[in-house]
């Protein structure tokens, strides 16, 4: 059975106390995006921040203990504070570039506490598809409301599960598949095996007219990683699975160009140097993958 839900929401609102929210609802792999919340929201307070997120701390504000105690996440934040800034940043300029350069759709697949649709500043006539499962985005839209400044894009919240018919869900948000698409596939790869990451490719490349973007990160599981998530619990250790193995050639197979590359070529260029397991050094566990690629106009016939 097909479940879908779209809202639309104003672009305007005030100042209103935050009240805390109800998590429960919210699955293992939906409670992933508090962790990227609390990466973002450290973030958000250095002075040298390579973004500004001041909805991050909100959404944590609003969730409570979702974290549990901090001894148990010190691991877990080491290993992936320089992969989700520089991912954060690095997404951010692709789907602003993308826009720019007259895309009007973007997708943000799996968001999570994603504050992408209100705090990027975004062409006029953007939409932003906002999806992921109803319990995630009921959190976040009640920890938005009220809270909103002026956005030049519409936001389009879609709630719906990756694997059921999501597709359908997106088209009934109002989604055009004959018009080009941003799509952003952001800290979800890891949970899905090769099987998976083929279906959703698939379905990603149907949807994609010419000039269509892709970008997502992936990376390997290595000991420092197990060791950290096993400590967080073992409902966050078993989501990690293999994903594409070789980024590259699961782009190229569907009909993208790609561009692939490591997490510490990347943030090197924003002055980051990323924990030693994802590091260029002798002490690498194995690939931090950041990625862009274009879906190409169709081959001339005749």
Not at 32 to 47: C, D, G, M, S
Not at 163 to 176: I, N, T, Y
Not at 267 to 296: K, M, N, Q
């Amino acid at each position: 059975m097909r479940h879908c839900h779209t809202v639309f929401l104003t672009a305007y609102g005030t100042e209103v106390l935050l009240m805390r929210q109800d998590v429960s609802a919210i699955d293992a792999i939906g409670r992933t995006a508090f962790a990227v919340a609390a990466l973002r929201a450290a973030e958000h307070r250095r002075t040298d921040r390579l973004f500004s997120d001041p909805w991050a701390e909100q959404f944590l504000r609003a969730a409570g203990e979702v974290l549990g105690p901090p001894e148990a996440t010190e691991d877990f934040a080491a290993l992936m504070r320089t992969q989700a800034a520089v991912r954060t940043r690095f997404f951010d300029d692709h789907l602003v570039g993308a826009t720019e350069r007259g895309v009007r759709q973007v997708v943000l697949v799996a968001s999570g506490m994603d504050s992408r649709p209100w705090r990027l500043h975004w062409p006029e006539a953007t939409t932003v598809f906002d999806l992921d499962q109803a319990p995630v985005l009921r959190f976040k839209d009640e920890a938005m409301e009220g809270r909103v400044a002026h956005t030049a894009a519409t936001r389009r919240a879609v709630a719906a599960d990756l694997r059921e018919d999501w597709a359908s869900c997106l088209h009934a948000a109002g989604f055009r598949d004959d018009r080009p698409t941003a799509w952003l596939l952001e800290g979800i790869l890891y949970a899905l095996n090769e099987k998976a990451a083929e279906g959703l490719l698939a379905d990603l490349t149907r949807l994609s007219a010419p000039g269509s973007t892709l970008a997502f990160d992936h990376f390997e599981v290595g000991p420092s990683l197990r060791a950290a998530t096993d400590r967080l619990g073992a409902d966050l250790s078993r989501l990690w699975q293999s994903g594409p193995t070789d980024p590259a050639a699961w782009l190229s197979r569907h009909g993208w160009q790609p561009e692939v590359r490591e997490l510490a070529n990347v943030a090197a260029c924003f002055g980051r140097t990323p924990h030693h397991a994802y590091d260029a050094g002798p002490g690498a566990e194995g690939h931090s993958w950041l990625a862009v690629a274009i879906r190409p106009p169709a081959p001339a016939t005749g």
